[in-house]
């Protein structure tokens, strides 16, 4: 599998419970190489923006009102196999079902805060990473 990228958002949930070097440890210590990385803060409107794909869901609005609640990390990652070795360090959107050792089983509280965000698809991971990046931020 040729090196690829994915990219990640640390939650408010673990911005706020002090977990971000521990997060930015696990990654680096699983290879993943950061090629950018932003500390800032969604506002509502572009939360909305981001997750435009779950619109329809009934948990809409609680997911921006929580994303656009406080800072939050966000970045692009690269390593062979990137986007399915990074949902596997994290682990299942709920950490209840989370695997022992994955980041959401160790810093998450519930489906709602759930520590992390992690692309879903190599199409999605590129139009999220262009999302908060331009190519001059990409190293
Ligand atoms: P994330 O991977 O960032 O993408 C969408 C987020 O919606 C997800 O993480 C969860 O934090 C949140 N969410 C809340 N309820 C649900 C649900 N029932 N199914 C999937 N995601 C949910």
Redo the contacts with the bound molecule.
Sequence with gaps: MATNRTFT?I?PDAVANGHIGAILNDIIASGFRIVAMKYTKLSPEKAGEF?AV?KE????G??VS??SSGPIVAAILEKTNAVEDFRALIGA??PADAAEGTIRQKYAK?????A???S?SDENAEIEGNFYFTAFDKF
């Design positions: 958002m939650k997750y779950h869901r009934g948990f809409y609680d997911l929580f994303m959107t709920n519930s489906i709602d805060a759930n992390v965000h992690g879903d």
